[in-house]
Structures are given as C-alpha cells and as structure tokens.
C-alpha cells in the first residue's frame, strides 16, 4: 500500500512539475508492484505514435522520469509515452518469457483502450550507466 502511495503523490509531483497528464494503469488491481504502466499523454496534441520505455533493471516508472526528461520530450512530440513495469516487477531483465508475455499484455491494453492500431510504434529500454574517474 505504501508503493502505491508513492506512486500516486510521484505521478501528481510529476504532473505540477511537466504539465503532461500522467496516469498509472494497474493490469492487476490487487498488485501494484507489477503488471502495470505509467502513461503519458501529449500535451493538447492528437496522437501520433507509441513509444514504449523500458526501466532498467531495479529502476521503476518513477525513477525513471526522475532521471530523464525523455518522456516529456516524446509526449510533446506527440507520441503516446508509456514507462511498463513487467511481471518481475522492478527486478524484471525483460528478456524472460514471462516478462515478453507482460509486456505483450501492456502492449495490447493500451491499443485496445486508445484505439492506436497502425500508429507508428518505437520500443527501447532505459539503462543510465555511471562513469567513475
């Protein structure tokens, strides 16, 4: 219940700070460790395409739009911007079976729900690495 909350006040942080409308979507409503999204919507522009972006491993959506203002970026361009959090939760490599088969889930959720088939779609994963002098 405290993940939960601390999704909740991060996505509402992140809406006063971007100006982007988020939301996070649960798959699974008895589970907010996995199986779910974070959505971020273009600013007043119609949709243009869907890109996925994959937290690295034990980063989750939140951490994620603390580290990096790409998914602003691509919600102002507007592209549909969608942070997924797998079946493995923040631990997820994403290579698993069981991880493609959530992803495949969000995937479908998320064009069935806005009606985005045959929009441009991009796929990638977010992995910052630190350099030490």
Request: aromatic fraction near 10%; hydrophobic fraction near 40%; proline fraction near 5%.
């Amino acid at each position: 219940m405290l993940k939960f909350k601390l999704t909740l006040f991060s996505c509402f942080f992140l809406i006063k700070v971007f100006g982007q409308k988020m939301e996070v979507v649960f798959l699974d409503q008895s589970d907010s460790t996995r199986n779910n999204y974070t959505i971020i919507y273009p600013d007043n522009k119609p949709i243009t395409g869907l890109i996925f972006i994959i937290p690295g491993f034990g980063q989750s959506a939140e951490r994620t739009l603390e580290q990096t203002d790409l998914p602003i970026k691509t919600a102002k361009q507007g592209l549909l911007t969608i942070i997924p959090t797998l079946q493995d939760g923040v631990q997820s490599f994403g290579v698993d079976n069981l991880s493609q088969e959530s992803l495949n889930n969000i995937i479908q959720d998320v064009t069935n729900k806005h009606k985005l088939s045959g929009l441009p779609f991009y796929i990638g994963d977010f992995l910052l690495v630190e350099v030490v002098q």
